[in-house]
């Protein structure tokens, strides 16, 4: 499985941006997805996750309410949309595929992993 994110970019606090995560592979629907980031001089940490059939999810406290994942498996594609962006939402996020089809918040729960990409939320 290949990952491909994009839809970083640069926005002023208050504002929006939606991440989207592309997959290869035939197997993408069986997969749990999740969303991490991590900013400079930081460990990377677990924004969000959804299960396979996007029934489950989860979301880290500081995101929560701001943030929604979701997920079309037709479209071999996870989306992470972000609202009410603050500057400590500044980082490279990136997305990751987990063989197991249920929600995990550790890194070491995911098999695959995309490049990142960058999101810096300005004051």
């Known amino acids: 499985v290949q990952l491909q994110a994009s839809g970083g970019g640069l926005v002023q606090a208050g504002g929006s941006l939606r991440l989207s995560c592309a997959a290869s592979?035939?197997?993408?629907?069986?997969?749990?997805m999740g969303w991490f980031r991590q900013a400079p001089g930081k460990e990377r940490e677990v924004v969000a996750a959804?299960?396979?059939?996007?029934?489950?999810?989860y979301y880290a406290d500081n995101v929560k309410g701001r943030f929604i994942i979701s997920r079309d498996n037709a479209k071999k594609r996870a989306y992470l949309q972000m609202d009410l962006l603050k500057p400590e939402d500044t980082a490279v996020y990136y997305c990751?595929?987990?063989?197991?089809?249920?929600?995990?918040?550790?890194?070491?729960?995911?098999?695959?992993w995309g490049q990142g990409t960058q999101v810096t939320v300005s004051s």
């Open positions: 990751a595929a987990r063989i197991s089809g249920n929600v995990s918040q550790t890194q070491s729960g995911y098999d695959y």
């Open positions: 959804i299960s396979w059939g996007g029934v489950n999810t």
């Open positions: 592979g035939r197997t993408f629907s069986s997969y749990a």
